[in-house]
């Protein structure tokens, strides 16, 4: 398996332009997560799905971020409209259901680095 | 109080040396714990879990947990230059519950040839 694979691996864009992330699980995986890397707050879990519906997106910072998962395969994250404070990495990660006090492994995604001027 | 704290670093050992990482956390009723490794500018892998009281050994890495007093601790014996990375604890308050996994803010491991 090609692991989860995430696009654009970089990105620079200007202040107020929509971002547009995108993600592909590894294939069966039934959890898919959104997690935002910086410095300052360490690695953020944004929202997270199980079976393409989102299930906890209390950690979507504010309502210029939105993410969908319209098919198994696909995952997308926008920030619109976009600010210097947004720069981060986003990883993009899947598993397979949790299990009773076994957890299981989250695979990561290499990131996107986001980068807003 | 974050839900899960580590000494941030840098921590600095010589080759062949043991390096001890630590992480507590602050849910008395977290059942899962992990610790993932995460090199420069790349995404963590999954390096060690742990569920139970006590100590869990893979290769040259030991994971301790003693939820009474709710830490975790990682340790890398043999050293080598290749585990110079960031370590990041991870905690699953309930595994029944949908996932969600609080992390670390990571401890950075130099190891010096």
């Known amino acids: 398996d090609a692991g989860v694979i995430q696009s654009p691996r970089h990105e620079v864009t200007e202040m107020g332009q929509e971002v547009t992330l995108r993600c592909k699980p590894i294939?069966?995986?039934?959890?898919l997560f959104w997690y935002r890397q910086t410095m300052m707050r360490g690695l953020e879990l944004l929202i997270y799905?199980?079976?393409?519906?989102?299930?906890?997106d209390s950690g979507m910072p504010e309502d210029r971020f939105s993410a969908k998962m319209p098919n198994a395969s696909f995952s997308t994250l926008k920030i619109q409209p976009s600010e210097p404070r947004d720069s981060a990495v986003y990883f993009c990660?899947?598993?397979?259901?949790?299990?009773?006090?076994?957890?299981?492994?989250?695979?990561f995604g290499e990131g996107s680095w986001l980068t807003v001027v | 109080q974050k839900e899960v704290e580590q000494n941030s670093g840098p921590l600095s050992v010589p080759e062949g040396a043991i390096a001890s990482l630590n992480c507590t956390y602050s849910?008395?009723?977290?059942?899962?714990f992990f610790w993932y490794r995460q090199y420069s500018g790349k995404s963590p892998e999954l390096i060690m879990s742990?569920?139970?009281?006590g100590d869990k050994e893979d290769g040259r890495f030991t994971a301790q947990l003693n939820k009474a007093s709710q830490y975790v601790s990682l340790l890398i014996r043999d050293s080598q230059p290749s585990d110079s990375a960031t370590y990041l604890c991870?905690?699953?308050?309930?595994?029944?519950?949908?996932?969600?996994?609080?992390f670390g803010a990571g401890t950075t491991v130099t190891v010096r040839a």
């Open positions: 849910d008395r009723g977290s059942q899962s």
């Open positions: 990660a899947s598993s397979f259901p949790p299990q009773s006090y076994s957890g299981n492994t989250i695979y």
């Open positions: 742990i569920y139970s009281n």
């Open positions: 294939s069966g995986h039934d959890y």
């Open positions: 991870a905690v699953k308050a309930n595994p029944r519950n949908d996932y969600k996994l609080s």
């Open positions: 799905f199980n079976n393409n519906v989102p299930i906890d």
